[in-house]
């Protein structure tokens, strides 16, 4: 809005003097019109600097300086010739009218620019609105740039929850309070008072969006300053409309999410009720053979079929236990009950889970030199290598072992890796294999024992992973996880373990 | 003697339906893997192929569509999943029945009993005569005859049932006969078929209905046992 009037004033009397004192030595050969002309000047300066109030300070200098300096007799407000009068009549009445005319374009043209600024602002503010950022990154964008766009104390937004608004982000000074819980109470636009020792002056402006109150936006501008009633409302709406977008978004994710969830977990119970069902099979199998009259079964086909019976039940077992451990694992109810473990003794007990020797050749078992012992839960850690092991011997061709290689590692970890020879695991599914329940996705591996052996590494706060076969043509699945060192001296633990 | 193809790749399972199908008198060929399955039914053409769905190497529906690409061996699908569209869409590869894990010999012999039975589609004869069991349709005048007795059909009824006898010991996906007896343009109509089969049942007798088998939400089998 142009500089104060005060120094449009300055500027008009110091113009005034300044061609006065010009026109002094020449005042004598010239008209009282040329005069009169002269003296515009100063008016319209003051004006276009200083508006109408320092015009209207120009208009009075001027008239008196044309009376008193140039209208004869000199130096006096008499006046001796009647065109004179006429003179100054003419005079003041066309400054008063150059300074309306100035004045008018002057403040037009402020306020034009003073618009372009605001559609500026808005713009700005509009352009960070579309953006689709999340909801907390929204509502701070929102207080920030509201208070550096209207050049306010304070912005505070408050939202509708649990039936009441609440203070959801505030940038510059916080409401007190007082405050906040006056506006959770009130609905439309109010003014607040400040609070005691406070300066400046607050406003409240609901945010509506299609008809419907979503918050409310309250301000605080230093005492004085001139409020863009009109801009703040206009961007009001803008805030509402972003603000239910969001809001609606937030829901459209939220339920994309579920129904991830929701598949997630039939994926689970599918997969639950298939590896229940398969030892199942067998003993069903087996006990109605065995139970079949007139049918000729060798003491043989019984010891067999007797055998695959218990062993299919020890093989649900087992995994009746590993689900309820995985739960209790997610719940946060299992405890590790860690204790040194030698990483080579868990191979041997992880084959006997499972019904085979190390010594039958369809595994190979390679250990670094001075493998140190590991701290682990090895009831978890034996299942997770029974499940991996398991994995590897069902996809490898009948005639390639399985390899089971561990090492050290720089960083103070034992690394396992179970290879085989068989399909392996196409790369793109090697992140998500271990919560591939659904067979069929993932080429027949994955199952519930891949995500029970991520749990349970998981328990431990290590990680396991599916790796990329060496080379182009190499085949075969490599499953990695890492297990932390005994902190313990290896030596002394060994000697503990033979005294037990 | 049968000589049955069992492809599953639980080894346990493999085992005991070895010794369960010996002691019966069978010879059982079993496989691992779909790729082995496939090579001992080329080489050794067993009888009956039992095959689960979920096999390593290659998915179950495949090795169903390849054993119908050379074969016509009756084909009983193991599945450990209770979902339906598995099983349907096995039948519509081409399977012949199929049995939900875990499953009592008995259950699994009957099927293949009724597989083998009718292992070679029943032809109509010279004079238009087609016989399951004790079912007898004349497929020139739309009759059928229950024990010699005639049951009085609708023409669609007749459709109906000389579809699935067609078929016998094969288990018709609801699909299958809605296209193949209503047109192209049906196949979701799953509730026309109960209709018709209560209706088809009830006409048949005591009889003639046993014949007609009902897989829940699957499909019907008509079989003379």
Redesign the interface.
Known sequence: MGRPPVYGSALAVATAVALTAGLVPLRAHLSAATIALVLVVPVVAGVSVGGFAAGAVAIVTCFFVYDFVFLPPYYTLYIARNQDWIALGVYGVIVALVARVVSAATAAQAESQERAAQLRRLFYLSELLVRDLPVPELLETIVSSVRSAFDLEGVTLLLPANGRLEVVASAGLPLSPEQAGHLASSSGPVSLEPAPGETGEFQAVALVATGKAVGLLAVRRSRGARGDQELLRAFANHLALALERAGLREEAVRGRLLDEMDALRRALVGAVSHDLRTPLATIKVSASTLLESGVPLSPGDVKELAELVDAQADRLDRLVTNLLDMTRIQAGALELRRQPSAVPDLVDEALAVLGRSGRTGDIRWRAANALPLVDVDPVLVRQVLANLLDNAFRYSPPDSAVTVYARRTAGDKVEVRVADNGPGVPAEDRARIFHMFNRREAGGRGGLGLAIAQAFVEAHGERIWAEDPPGRNARGARFVFTLPICEHDADEEAVGREEN | MVRALVID??R??L???R??L???GHEVLAA?TAEEGLANLALRSPDVVVLDL????L?GLEVVRRIRSFSEVPVIV?S????EDRKVAALDAGANDYVT??????E?EARIRTALRHATPPAASDDGLLRVGPLELDLMHYQARVDDQPVELTAKEFELLAFLARHAGKTCTHQMVLHNVWGDSYGTEAEYLRVYVYRLRKKLGKKGGQLLRTSPGIGYCLSAG
């Open positions: 790749d639980d346990a399972l085992r005991a339906l010794v369960a010996a002691a019966k691992a979920g096999l390593p190497d998915d193991l450990a999943t209770a979902l894990k875990p499953f009592g010999m008995a699994l």
